[in-house]
């Protein structure tokens, strides 16, 4: 049994919350958001003249001048500008021997950054960079406001606030009175621009007017003076092998430039593990390198593992260096002292069950890509060593497109290219009910391939659209037949050209009727002849996935990648029907069929991947693709796909799925079923259905539902329940989830989730 918690934060003001989140385990998702409150008209400042220097540019209803004071005092409808600053006030005094400023009154200020704050009473000095403010509002260029009943502004913009408050919607007060969204109170909070540090006495944290939290105080690095996002997560977690455990980071060194970070993890059945991070960024460079380590009180929780050990421990390293804004240039690396560890104490960087060690150059322009990179995947956890083994070395790769726009309207040219070796250590198969389906072979391969293509759309008269397409292919490729899997190939050396032409015609016919329905009917015909083999790799290392649908009927090549192509000469016929019937009401319909007319059809040749068979493209004429989706009465909305044999008219793979949503409810519900033959090695038809249900019980609250069922093996694949509360500034929700034991990951998983609108995201689940 495990936990996780995961923490995304973001806003200037996000770590200020962070020394409450250990307190705070709910969590939500978005539903319906109050409107946020204007502190001031976004044309409040309209008209107003703006001064760029400190020269002082006035306008009052009144303006009297005290020469022997030297003083000049406006009133009414008051409006101020220098040095870049726009203010307005009910009466200013300004003091032309100090240049102190005295606003009262409906005070107004816009910086030169564009913020606004408004106060009742203010005194300024310093060119406005310093003062003392009455009943303070400030407003973030994001929408958070910050308020205080006393405020002083000291050099380099540090801040002194009394009795402040923090929220990221105004005054957090919904038409009906509620009070909504999160808030940040706090006696006092110092921000300092020197130490880079921001203090809060005494916070506490309100979650829709209601107190969750209070710490005595709190010293956080200021997250406004650096980009150092990941800076202060706390975390909680559990396992039976580790126990509790509760991390808080604290900084050790913190500029903009440069920061190191400790962050001690209290675990209850194994001690303290400590990270360690420092980091450091330029304008073109940014580093990072990050250490773990603990010695285990109980190493034999791990009994039999790879975590029997006391001292196990991890580096991870990153940079990237980025000389333009079209290159950048990269790599990452990985130590550890065991395969597990970085899995036992869920730290680190990690690609699912890998570590990837890898080095990487990105040219990217509007029109040009290049990518270049050597990439190893570490196999993590007790099965690492042989997952890692079936994972192949990648090195290189090299990926390179570039679109040529023609002179005079005449298209455009696409040239493509890509090299990639591997090695791969051993054989990545699996058979199923004695079908084999190879992700791998055994051994050393290189391929390369390059192609262009030339296009071009002519509109020809009635609008019909007609677009001829001619390219060629060209692939090397070689495999040293390392692997003595059945059915492996032999060591060899091929070459082939691939020559390319195609023709896609379509016309789009538009009109609306009598009763004011819009229509819009595309019939579609696409020719498509490619001369070159179908297997260009030896080996299927980047192809496997093949799923037949409407989303690929009009490719040239159907197939994911460059291992495999589509071969012969085939035709494409479909089309799309859409109807607009006002009021939220539409249709929209989309059919095709393809013809395999000449050569092979590469979706129909045996291979050890499988890829393409029981897909309905390995038959001529292929299955029938067809989708509907529409919303024909207000609050429904359906949909269905279906792929169907033309010989006899019997599905092969289908799914409907429709939704109905009132504001009291929504329930939804589907069906899908594929025939056995779709999936090579099944012995029986999938046939499952479920729905969801949700029930608003007021603006903010909801509690929903669901469930999927299995109709085969007559059992539940997955359901699950939740309550959930969202205003669009404070969301989250408490749930519990139950995957079944014919899924590829059976547990069973309560957690919660937090959503503070300009601070982050925060989640929180445990499963047993």
């Not at 919904?174 to 621009?193: F, L, P």
């Not at 065991?338 to 036992?344: G, V």
């Given at each position: ?8 934060h973001k806003?200037k ?15 939500f998702v ?5 409107q946020?409150t204007e502190l001031?008209?976004?044309?409040y ?11 002082l540019?006035?306008?009052a209803q009144?303006l009297?001048?005290?020469q022997?004071?030297?003083?000049i005092?406006?009133t009414g ?18 003091n032309?021997?100090?240049?102190e ?8 200020v ?22 003392l ?16 009943a006393?405020?002083?502004i ?9 009795d ?5 919607c105004?005054?957090?007060i ?20 020197e ?22 105080y709190l ?6 003076l650096?980009?150092?996002?990941e ?8 396992s ?10 604290g ?27 420092w980091?450091?960024s330029?304008?073109v460079t940014?580093v990072k390198?990050?250490g773990?380590?603990?010695y ?8 039999g ?30 130590l ?9 104490y ?9 570590a ?10 509007e ?16 099965n ?29 040219v696409?040239?493509s ?23 791998g ?29 001619l390219?060629a292919r ?12 059945a059915?492996?190939?032999a ?20 009109g609306t009727d ?11 015909l ?14 299927n ?5 093949f799923?037949f649908?409407?989303?690929n ?12 192509q589509?071969?012969?000469?085939r ?7 859409n ?7 539409w ?9 395999q ?5 590469a979706?129909?040749v045996?291979?050890?991947n ?9 038959q ?6 067809a ?7 207000d609050?429904v ?26 504001d009291?409810f929504?329930a939804g519900?589907f ?11 099944a ?20 509690v ?9 093996d ?5 359901y ?8 669009g ?14 899924t ?15 601070i982050?995201?925060?989640?929180y689940?445990?499963?047993?």
């Amino acid at each position: 049994m495990s936990v996780t918690r995961i923490c995304t934060h973001k806003g200037k003001f996000k770590s200020a919350l962070l020394g409450l989140g250990l307190l705070a385990t709910c969590a939500f998702v978005p539903a319906a958001m109050a409107q946020q409150t204007e502190l001031l008209p976004s044309n409040y400042f309209a008209g107003q003249a703006l001064s760029t220097t400190s020269d002082l540019n006035f306008t009052a209803q009144t303006l009297t001048v005290l020469q022997e004071q030297n003083l000049i005092i406006a009133t009414g409808d008051v409006e101020l500008s220098a040095e870049g600053y726009l203010i307005k006030a009910q009466r200013v005094v300004y003091n032309r021997n100090t240049r102190e400023v005295e606003l009262v009154g409906d005070v107004a200020v816009r910086d030169p950054d564009g913020l606004v704050y408004v106060a009742d009473k203010a005194n300024l000095t310093g060119d406005f960079r310093q003062g003392l403010l009455e009943n303070l509002i400030f407003q973030d260029e994001a929408g958070y406001w910050l308020s205080a009943a006393e405020a002083e502004i000291k050099p380099n913009r540090s801040l002194d606030l009394n009795d402040a408050d923090i929220t990221p919607c105004g005054t957090c007060i919904d038409e009906n009175g509620r009070e909504i969204g999160w808030r940040i109170k706090a006696v006092r909070i110092v921000r300092n621009t020197e130490e880079k540090t921001i203090y809060f006495e005494r916070p506490s944290m309100v979650f829709a007017g209601v107190p969750i939290a209070t710490i005595p105080y709190l010293t956080i690095p200021d997250p406004s003076l650096t980009d150092y996002d990941e800076l202060l997560k706390a975390r909680l977690s559990y396992s039976s092998e580790l126990g509790v455990g509760i991390a808080y980071p604290g900084f050790i060194l913190h500029d903009p430039r440069t920061n190191l970070t400790l962050t001690p993890t209290i675990f209850t059945n194994q001690g303290v593990l400590g990270q360690l991070d420092w980091s450091r960024s330029t304008r073109v460079t940014s580093v990072k390198v990050t250490g773990y380590g603990i010695y285990q009180f109980n190493p034999s929780a791990f009994a039999g593992k790879l975590g029997d050990r006391n001292m196990r421990g991890a580096v991870q390293a990153s940079a990237t260096y980025t000389p333009t804004e079209h290159l950048t240039i990269g790599g990452a690396y990985t130590l550890f002292s065991d395969r597990s560890f970085l899995t036992d104490y869920d730290v680190g960087d990690r690609e699912g069950d890998y570590a990837v060690n890898r080095v990487y150059g990105t040219y990217l322009e509007e029109d040009s890509y290049v990518d270049a990179r050597v990439e190893q995947y570490v196999g993590l956890d007790e099965n690492g060593a042989s997952n890692e083994a079936q994972q192949a070395l990648i090195a290189p790769k090299i990926e390179a497109n570039h679109v040529q726009q023609l002179a005079n309207d005449w298209g455009e040219v696409r040239l493509s290219g890509k090299l990639i070796h591997l090695e791969r250590a051993d054989d990545h198969a699996t058979i199923v009910n004695g079908t084999p389906h190879v992700f791998g072979f055994e051994g050393a391969k290189s391929h390369l391939t390059l192609e262009a293509g030339w296009s071009k759309q002519w509109v020809a008269p009635g609008g019909l659209l007609i677009a001829p397409y001619l390219g060629a292919r060209a692939d090397v490729a070689q495999y040293d037949g390392a692997s003595g899997y059945a059915g492996a190939p032999a060591a060899d050396l091929v070459y082939s050209a691939t020559p390319i032409a195609a023709l896609d015609v379509s016309w789009p016919l538009v009109g609306t009727d009598s009763s004011g329905t819009k229509h819009y009917f595309a019939p579609r015909l696409q020719l498509v002849s490619r001369g070159g083999p179908t297997n260009t790799g030896i080996t299927n290392d980047d192809a496997q996935s093949f799923v037949f649908d409407d989303s690929n009927l009009f490719s040239f090549n159907r197939f994911s990648g460059e291992d495999r192509q589509d071969s012969g000469t085939r035709l494409a016929i479909g089309g799309q029907y859409n109807a607009d019937f006002g009021n939220g009401r539409w249709v929209d319909i989309v059919v095709g069929q393809s013809f395999q007319l000449g050569g092979t059809n590469a979706a129909s040749v045996a291979n050890p991947n499988q890829t393409g068979i029981g897909s309905g493209a390995d038959q001529s004429p292929s299955y029938i693709v067809a989708g509907i989706q529409g919303a024909p009465f207000d609050g429904v909305t359906l949909g269905a796909k279906t792929l169907i044999d033309p010989q006899n008219g019997q599905v092969a793979r289908g799914s409907i799925a429709g939704k109905y949503t009132t504001d009291i409810f929504s329930a939804g519900a589907f069906y899908s079923y594929a025939h056995q033959n779709v999936s090579p090695g099944a012995t029986q038809e999938r046939h499952e259905v479920g729905g969801d249900v949700r029930i608003f019980i007021d603006d903010y609250w909801s509690v929903g539902a669901y469930s999927n069922y299995d109709i085969a093996d007559q059992s539940f694949v997955s359901y699950g329940s939740d309550v959930s509360y969202d205003d669009g500034y404070l969301g989250g929700t408490i749930y519990y989830n139950r995957s079944s034991a014919n899924t590829l990951d059976p547990k069973d998983t309560i957690g919660a989730k937090l959503n503070l609108k300009m601070i982050g995201d925060y989640a929180y689940d445990y499963d047993f």
